[in-house]
């Protein structure tokens, strides 16, 4: 059994920054071999792919976050970051992270097997 636990959601103002983790577990599971990535999803909006990193650590962005999050991971760990910075009121919605055995990037839902509950992120003054 595979286990994400996503943690560093909250409120912050337009403007300000935060930093969300995937902490990943499991007996056979290594995020070395595997694609990550973030997804969110807003109040009456579908679930979309925010960020993606591959094994090869091959990186790829949503048009509306580019240049202001970062996807990273650190293998000894077993954990994923999605650092984001000059954040905005649409930046709000719930964020997954999620996970596959493969190397390649995923870019839709279906290339990911597991999936995290989500963390709240918050945007407002």
């Known amino acids: 059994q595979v286990e994400l636990v996503e943690s560093g959601g909250g409120l912050v103002q337009p403007g300000g920054s935060l930093r969300l983790s995937c902490a990943a577990s499991g007996s056979i599971f290594s995020i070395v071999l595997s694609r990550m990535g973030w997804y969110r999803q807003a109040p009456c909006k579908q679930r979309e792919l925010v960020a993606a990193i591959s094994s090869g650590d091959n990186t790829n962005y949503a048009d509306s976050v580019r240049g202001r999050f970062t996807i990273s991971r650190v293998s000894a760990k077993n954990t994923v970051y999605l650092q984001m910075n000059s954040m905005k009121p649409d930046d709000t919605a719930v964020y997954y992270c999620?996970?596959?055995?493969?190397?390649?990037?995923?870019?839709?839902?279906?290339?990911?097997?597991?999936w995290g509950q989500g963390t709240q992120v918050t945007v407002s003054s």
């Open positions: 999620a996970a596959a055995p493969g190397r390649q990037l995923g870019y839709l839902r279906s290339d990911y097997v597991y």
